[in-house]
Nanobody, 119 residues
Framework: QVQLVESGGGLVQAGGSLRLSCAAS??????????MGWFRQAPGKERESVAT?????EIDYADSVKGRFSISRQNAELYLQMNSLIPEDTAVYYC?????????????WGQGTQVTVSS
């Protein structure tokens, strides 16, 4: 069983900053073998990747957040530092942990945290 709990969302003016946190817990696994990252879903849009660590530890950012967002990871905690926020960043942000089994995988999701950026 894997549990992911996000925190740190809220309402911020354009140009402001927020830091999201994800506390991960599991029984019988170590998160070292998980790929982890942040996704977001805006109203009426599909869920999209924002920033992720792959299972090899490499980081990938969406083009729309490069230079503004920074993902970090410490033990079973995942963080997303968001700077220079713009209204287009408004979405529910989800923490994701992905466990690979060869080419197959299982995704685990947190409940999401709302980020609203006002203009």
């Amino acid at each position: 069983q894997v549990q992911l709990v996000e925190s740190g969302g809220g309402l911020v003016q354009a140009g402001g900053s927020l830091r999201l946190s994800c506390a991960a817990s599991t029984s019988g696994h170590t998160f070292r073998s998980f790929a982890m990252g942040w996704f977001r879903q805006a109203p009426g849009k599909e869920r999209e990747s924002v920033a992720t660590f792959n299972s090899g530890g490499e980081i990938d950012y969406a083009d729309s957040v490069k230079g503004r967002f920074s993902i970090s990871r410490q033990n079973a905690e995942l963080y997303l530092q968001m700077n220079s926020l713009i209204p287009e960043d408004t979405a529910v942000y989800y923490c994701n942990a992905r466990k690979y089994f060869g080419v197959a995988f299982i995704d685990y999701w947190g409940q999401g945290t709302q980020v609203t950026v006002s203009s």
